[in-house]
């Protein structure tokens, strides 16, 4: 009886800890960058997700990545639109609005040491960066790959989905858009960037991202 009660007891102490054991949501505690001293985003941050009001403004929120996330392969999240920019060209500097973009920072390993704490407007000029953005916004079909037109050869813009409002679910493989877009194997992901931006139409967006996870 003695031993049924002192595992009962370490069964039960085990389960009570298990949700401080959990890992930490991605979400919270993201910085923000603008791009101008008039114009910002309003981005909502919780432990479940992160929604953005954007009126004719645009800024983007990231966070760099702990080591242990420096092999990420693959990602998953749900996004939701409720108000949404028009169809722009994305691949044109200017008039290039988009409702959400999720970018996804890779860099090789020693350039990635030598930049930890760097703010991301230092890690997107890195010339050894790489950039993947994932994009719900523009005129263009799902699947298309895209020169970005501020970030140059070091970063491509990977369509998800057209303007437009609505609700999904999305799972990309990192390794094989990396490739598809730069011709080799990705180096180590770094850090991610949540953006939005509706400046260039003067128009409005209504969205909210969540369930990120990496792997």
């Not at 890992?23 to 923000?32: C, D, L, R, V």
């Not at 079909?141 to 057209?162: D, E, I, M």
């Not at 390794?175 to 003067?202: E, H, I, K, M, N």
Request: aromatic share 8%.
């Amino acid at each position: 009886m003695r031993r049924l009660s002192i595992a009962f007891l370490v069964s039960s102490l085990c389960a009570a800890l298990m949700p401080s054991l959990a890992p930490a949501s991605i979400f919270g505690g993201w910085t923000e960058q603008r791009f101008s001293l008039f114009s910002s985003n309003d981005w909502q941050q919780s432990r479940d997700g992160v929604a953005m009001r954007s009126d004719g403004s645009v800024s983007l929120i990231w966070r760099a990545l702990p080591q242990s996330d420096w092999g990420t392969r693959n990602a998953a999240w749900q996004w939701s639109v409720s108000q949404s920019v028009p169809p722009t060209p994305l691949d044109r500097k200017g008039g290039d609005d988009r409702d959400l973009s999720l970018y996804f920072v890779f860099m090789p390993e020693a350039v990635a040491r030598a930049n930890e704490g760097a703010s991301i407007r230092k890690l997107l000029a890195v010339k050894e960066a790489r950039v993947l953005m994932y994009v719900w916004g523009g005129k263009h079909g799902r699947g298309a790959v895209l020169p970005s037109p501020y970030l140059g050869a070091r970063g491509k813009t990977v369509v998800l989905r057209p303007a437009g409002t609505g609700t999904h679910s999305e799972s990309v493989d990192l390794a094989r858009d990396y490739q598809r877009a730069f011709g080799a194997q990705p180096t180590q992901l770094v850090g991610l960037a949540l953006s939005g931006d509706s400046d260039d139409t003067d128009s409005a967006i209504r969205a909210r991202i969540e369930g990120l996870s990496l792997n």
